[in-house]
């Protein structure tokens, strides 16, 4: 438990977070970075474009800011440890950031960071440890006790390799040892450790794309290519686009992940852009297989027709159930492409006509895609008037900011 002391300097600091918290953690991250061991843990694209450095920094001061009320944070500690475990991160990575943060805190703010303050973010730093220990290795001990579960890392063999767009890969994985694998909430994702040649091993998170079997997991992978002129192509997906083969074996993480869908049998509508179909479609598929009646309205919006994945698969799940509508928007439509085949409208995503539905009353809208997407989409929700509290998301990358403030 936290001193009273210790809560008033945290709290009365917090302010100072706000302003130099990113200073202070991309301080951090230079040194911590040296390490291979610890690198190898963070995506070189979000320490290249600062949203690593950002997104602890909101959390620091969110800590701060709520040190008083730790109960206001469990949410984010939910989601945050879910990414943790996939990472497979151990208490001792906790004393490491911490030494780091906090010698980055003495350091960037100099003078102003008196022994009183750095005494009391320790103790505060300890607490956060403790907090995010104890749900992590509950986690794990969860993850490894459950039908088919384990601990770690567990080898599986790529079983088959399909291209669903131009851009877009599904990989079919199978457990080497042959044995059941463990189930997973649609909306998850898989933690792959990819043997990349000349960079050592890379850790990835991809999105289940496919309802639970119980025998293989299917993952499908967007070529992530340069955006700029000196950026290299993305190495993870580079890897999986067009080295790994069939008959290939990488090392997995147990399902992780807490972008889920609301239990219940209230319309959910599924919005996607681009990749971010993938746990939406595994969310689609999950809900038909239980053969539940819920209303089930499903919107990928993408570029052009060769960059639309799983749009067959999608036209006859529409056909077979009743509950499940599907509406394709093609960016760009050139002459040979068929409405109500290919494509049913041309265009973007329009959140407030899509609000505006009788069927849209009461329902819950899980969102996924590029971040101009998922901003564009969640702010016309809530300009339309839906709650922010019906609205869920997922980043395919840190969550550098919260969309639905």
């Known amino acids: 438990m936290l001193s009273p002391e210790t809560i008033a300097i945290v709290k009365a600091t917090a302010p100072v977070m706000h302003q130099h918290g990113e200073a202070i953690t991309r301080h951090m991250y230079e040194k911590l970075l040296r390490d291979p061991a610890i690198r190898a843990i963070f995506d070189p694209t979000h320490q290249r474009n600062g949203t690593q450095a950002k997104a602890l920094a909101g959390a620091v001061a969110a800590y701060a800011d709520n040190i008083d009320n730790l109960a206001a944070l469990g949410p984010a500690v939910e989601r945050i440890a879910e990414r943790h475990v996939s990472l497979h991160v151990q208490p001792y990575h906790y004393d490491i950031v911490g030494t780091n943060l906090l010698g980055s805190v003495a350091e960037v703010l100099g003078n102003a960071a008196t022994p009183a303050i750095l005494h009391a973010w320790t103790e505060a730093w300890m607490v956060l440890r403790d907090i995010f220990v104890g749900v992590e290795q509950n986690k794990y001990k ?216 009788p069927q849209a009353a009461g329902a819950h809208f899980m969102v996924c895609g590029p971040k101009a997407f998922m901003a564009c989409v969640i702010k016309g929700l809530r300009a339309a008037g839906v709650p922010a509290d019906r609205i869920r998301y997922e980043f395919f990358g840190s969550h550098e900011e919260e969309l639905l403030d």
Do not use: C
């Not at 290519?225 to 990488?250: K, M, T, W, Y």
């Open 142 to 357: 969860n993850s490894a006790m459950a039908p088919g579960g384990w601990y770690g890392w567990r080898r599986f063999k790529v079983v088959d390799a399909v291209p669903e767009s131009s851009v877009i890969r599904s990989l079919h994985l199978e457990p080497v040892d042959g044995g059941a694998i463990l189930s997973f909430r649609p909306g998850q994702y898989l933690t792959l450790n990819l043997p990349v040649p000349g960079h050592g091993p890379l850790l990835r998170h991809y999105s289940l794309s496919s309802a639970p079997n119980g025998r293989s997991y299917r993952i499908s992978v967007k070529h992530e290519v340069a955006p700029a002129n000196g950026v290299p192509d993305g190495l993870g997906s580079s890897f999986l686009h067009r080295q790994l083969s069939v008959g290939d074996i990488v090392d997995v993480a147990p399902p992780a992940g807490s972008f889920t869908a609301p239990a219940g049998d209230g319309p959910l509508f599924l919005l996607a852009g681009g990749v971010g179909i993938t746990p939406l479609l595994s969310m689609a598929e999950n809900e038909l297989a239980q053969e539940t009646k819920r209303p089930l309205h499903l919107f990928h919006a993408v570029r052009d027709r060769a960059h639309q994945a799983f749009g067959k698969q999608l036209r006859t799940l529409a056909a077979a159930h009743d509950n499940l509508s599907v509406s394709i928007l093609f960016e760009q439509v050139v002459g040979d492409d068929q409405p109500g085949q290919d494509h049913d409208a041309e265009g973007r995503i329009d959140p407030a006509a899509i609000a505006a539905l």
